[in-house]
């Protein structure tokens, strides 16, 4: 056969494999965008995520700290980012706000059904998997000083409720989102019976150092705040978390979200980040996010030290 005959023969032959590959195959040749929210906890995963791919070999590209809760959402159901760590409470209470779902609180406080609830409804509508959830939970909480809880008598967010409604002020620092989301402050005051009025609130960063510090410090006479779950500060600033004995908070577990056509595309992209969050409880995450928070260190730093530390990165 002639040469030049076979050199066709075997580019139509490359077309044809190429072709019948579909779109996935072109999809491999790109980079995974991983992205993440702009406060310490979301940047300590997203660089997990993002080392944890680039050391098995697989292509990947920051858009790490993009912005709030909505705007990394939108990048990825528009396929601007593929893949993130969200919270299952944030899926059921904000983005599946809009569905017209009726989420019993019993689904909502329970890790397993939430998870169960959170992949059902966000692959069926937005072609997006949730892959496998922390053994963590990065709830909203509201936090005070230890000795003024012992104080006043504050040590659940009913003893709160009841001294303001006895007429106690509560100077409060927030971030943004705690106020405006549903899933906030407004969730506390509704399920307890109290109000703070906005003038008694001060809106700081977009993360909860700032508020945790602010309470520590008691900058404006700030005698309660925001703060996350898994905060490292609240330990390292002997703050008291006040318990919410009614579950007005719902679990939020952080889990690796994934458009469906990546995963087709890099399927062991799914076993490779498995990996990673089976090694994440509440305590491990309080850890890394102090590292970040009390001591410091970079985001990127402390991610590649843990994948050391677990053997994902050699």
Known sequence: MPLLRLRSLL?????????????????????????????????????LILQALAAH?????????????????????????????EYTGTALLVHFSGYGLDVPREVWSNPEASTALVREVDLERNGLVWLCPADAN??????????????????????????????????????????????????FEQTYGFSI????????????????????NGANGVNAAMVFGTDGTIAAFDLLVLE???????????????????????PQLEEVLCQVF???????????????????????AVARDFLQRIGVIR
């Open 278 to 300: 089976a090694h994440l409880d509440g305590r491990t995450l309080a850890e890394l996010n102090a590292e970040v928070d009390v001591y410091g260190r970079q985001p990127a």
């Open 138 to 187: 990065n709830t909203y909480a509201i936090a005070v000083r230890r000795h003024w809880a012992e104080e006043n008598g504050v040590y659940t967010v009913a003893h709160l409720a009841a001294y303001i409604n006895a007429g106690g002020r509560v100077i409060f620092a927030s971030n943004p989102e705690f106020i405006d989301r549903p899933d906030g402050l407004q969730a």
């Open 11 to 47: 580019a139509v032959g490359l077309v044809m494999l190429l072709l019948a590959a579909g779109p996935f195959a072109a999809l491999a040749q790109t980079p995974i965008r991983v992205g993440s929210k702009n406060f310490t906890e979301q940047l300590v995963l997203g660089e």
């Open 244 to 266: 919410d004995p009614q579950g007005a908070m719902p679990i939020y577990q952080p889990a690796p979200v994934v458009r469906a056509e990546v995963l087709q595309a890099y």
């Open 197 to 216: 009025p906005r003038g008694d609130v001060f809106v700081l960063a977009q993360g909860s150092y700032a508020t945790a510090q602010a309470l520590a």
């Open 57 to 85: 070999g697989l292509p990947v590209e920051s858009r790490l700290s993009l912005g709030g809760t909505a705007v990394v959402r939108q990048a990825l159901e528009t396929g601007e980012i593929d893949v993130y760590a």
